[in-house]
């Protein structure tokens, strides 16, 4: 992120460098935001996303401080997943294709149309 | 220099919990995924030991023991191999109870149309007997069973028939509030092992109360003992049900159990179907509900420090799954989900449902999870066009909120749910009850795990393994 600011004193705007959190890791985080936020992404020039935030209820009590330090770690923590994902998942193909391959004697059933 | 195997992390205050599709787990603190990632850990560590033991990184890009981490996994996942085992007959909608929280709607006892008939009874049981599963498990349920004590009699005589050349196992299972259960019916049960399976709230005043009938603690009690007395002591379990009521009394509930002869007792919430989805505020009942748990399973561990061996199945069904690589065969907590795969409903009026749960919502004339009649052929219920609906949204690994979650393979996938109490069978996760009760339970149970280790780590062995310390 490159920066968090609180406009007119309800959305939250957040700045995200593409080239440090991409959009699978932008999509993850705000997916679990989504239930208290009405959520809207914009890019940019120069690979900046810009995300509003805008809370679904009135009586949202949560800091901004508190909201800055949740969505950092929540950036930081889904880069990491990202990178097992992206490292690891040619692995898991492997594993799963190794795992059930004697799973492939299918019975062929007749369906009715 | 080491390369990373799949696995998920879950932040736990200041510790952070791994785990992967193996059924490995590790505690860690704070920081410590991000210095994994970053190629931060020495190979002198401790951690780094650790880690290559539990399959969270490798010394490979391919590790020399993938066909071991293959077979780990398959034996994870076997559970798929029996396809549906468990065969749940509802063999009427009435009842002799007025249960406060009644999740089947069931009827008056005196009510007529909704018992099911011969025919379509048999046509459930040749069903049952295409299910490629060596074990069967015939269940019947109600409203109450033994008001139609002859159907159960005709349901098992049949199977038995069936079985002759079948050659199965099978396992009877009579879920009966056992207020009545007559000596012939329990003498017929005696001759094929047949098992009962009950409920008991916890103290007599509690009981009655979410039992809407004064006398039927006693009723319930007697009729446990009776069943104990003619088919034997591990011929019956119970099962509570946590109404708004029961969450006051978590010592109270447990000592009702253990003064009624039972060694084991599963912390069970409520369900939004039947009457109980007239709650009106479940994300409150729920958190309630945690709570409940864990005060309840606190009692349970100081009485099991104490010396009295007793058993909370549901905290053991989650460490079977943290701990073993072994499937629990719990529907609720599988992926692929249990509807279908391990479960399927055979309704008192010849519908097929997916679930118990299933059919439960056709009550309200919702029949979105119907996959046919029970005289429609094998292949077209169990692997139909709803069946593969279904099958898009059933795994845990695949849906979003689920796919990066460190306790996908400890929990289970719910369309069934999700549709009853988000009206979408893929669900939100962010505002899912139920993700969020069993994301709180297992917190709980790590914490445990990291912060007690010594201390409940010998008990959750021995209940796990069912030997007593």
Redo the contacts between chains.
């Keep these: 992120m490159t920066d968090i600011r609180l406009v007119n004193n309800k959305t939250i705007v957040v700045k995200v460098d593409t080239s440090i959190y991409d959009n699978w890791v932008i999509d ?1 985080v705000l ?5 208290d936020y009405t959520i809207t992404r914009k890019n940019s020039s120069k690979g900046i996303q810009t995300i509003f935030l805008s809370p679904k209820r009135t009586n949202n009590t949560i800091s901004l401080e508190t909201i800055k330090e949740r969505l950092s ?1 929540d950036f ?3 880069k ?2 990202h ?3 992206k ?3 040619n ?2 193909d ?3 294709a ?3 391959a004697n799973c492939d004697d299918f019975i062929e ?4 149309e | 220099m080491y ?7 879950r ?1 736990l205050q200041d510790k952070e919990v791994l785990t992967n ?1 193996l059924g490995d787990y590790l505690i860690v603190p704070r920081g410590s ?2 210095r994994i ?1 970053n190629r931060k850990i020495s190979e002198e560590e401790d951690l780094f030991k650790d880690l290559l033991g539990g399959f969270f990184v490798g010394t490979q ?3 020399r023991l ?2 071991n ?3 780990r ?2 034996t994870r ?1 076997s559970f798929l191999d029996d396809f549906t085992s468990l065969h749940i007959f509802v063999l009427t909608l009435r009842c002799n109870q007025n249960c406060i929280y009644c999740q089947a709607s069931s009827h008056d006892r005196r009510d007529s149309g909704y018992d099911m008939s011969e025919d379509d009874l048999r046509a459930a049981v040749d069903l049952m007997f295409q299910s490629p599963s060596k074990h069967l498990t015939m269940e019947f349920q109600g409203g109450e069973p033994t008001l139609v004590s002859k159907l159960i009699r005709s349901g098992i005589l049949y199977a038995e028939k069936k079985n002759l050349t079948e050659k199965r196992s099978i396992t009877y299972v009579i879920c009966s509030n056992c207020v009545y259960v007559s000596d012939d019916f329990l003498s017929f049960c005696s001759k094929f092992n047949v098992v009962f399976s009950t409920s008991l709230d916890g103290p007599e005043f509690l009981h009655n109360h979410n039992r809407g009938k004064v006398s039927s603690y006693k009723r319930v009690t007697s009729g446990i003992q009776k069943v104990r007395n003619v088919l034997g002591n591990d011929k019956i379990s119970a099962l509570m049900t946590t109404s708004e009521e029961s969450l006051k009394y978590p010592k109270e509930i447990v000592d009702a159990y253990l003064e009624n002869g039972f060694r084991s007792i599963f912390l069970r919430a409520l369900n939004p179907y039947g009457l109980a989805r007239t709650n009106e505020n479940w994300l409150a009942y729920y958190d309630s509900f945690v709570h409940f748990y864990k005060e309840s399973l606190d009692y349970i561990l100081e009485l099991n420090k104490n010396g009295v061996f007793f058993v909370e199945e549901f905290t053991t069904l989650i460490l079977k799954k943290i701990v073993t690589p072994f499937p629990i065969g719990f529907v609720d907590l599988q992926t692929p989900s249990g509807i279908i795969n391990g479960v399927i409903v055979y309704n008192y009026d010849g519908k097929v449902y997916a679930s118990d749960e299933s059919r439960m919502l056709a009550e309200y004339k919702d029949y979105t999870f119907c996959l046919g009649r029970v005289t429609d ?1 094998y ?2 219920l169990f ?3 709803r069946a593969q609906k279904l099958s898009r949204i059933w795994s845990t690994e695949c849906i ?2 689920c796919s ?1 979650c460190a306790y996908q393979s400890i929990c289970g996938a719910d369309p069934v749910r999700n549709y009853t109490t988000q009206g979408d069978s893929y669900g ?4 899912s009850t139920i993700c969020r009760k069993n994301r709180l339970i297992i917190d709980h149970i790590f914490s445990l795990l990291s912060s007690r280790a010594e201390e409940v780590l010998p008990i959750f062995l021995n209940w796990i393994t069912g030997t007593r310390a």
């Design positions: 993850k997916y679990w935001w989504s239930q770690t930081i923590d889904y990491n997943r990178t097992i994902f490292e690891t998942s692995l898991r492997i594993l799963f190794k795992a059930f059933f007749k369906f009715k | 390369y990373l195997l799949p696995f998920h992390f932040v599709d995924v991000d990632v890009p391919i590790p993938i066909e981490m293959a077979t996994l398959a996942k052929k292949e077209d692997y139909g066009e979003a909120g990066e939100f996760r962010p505002s």
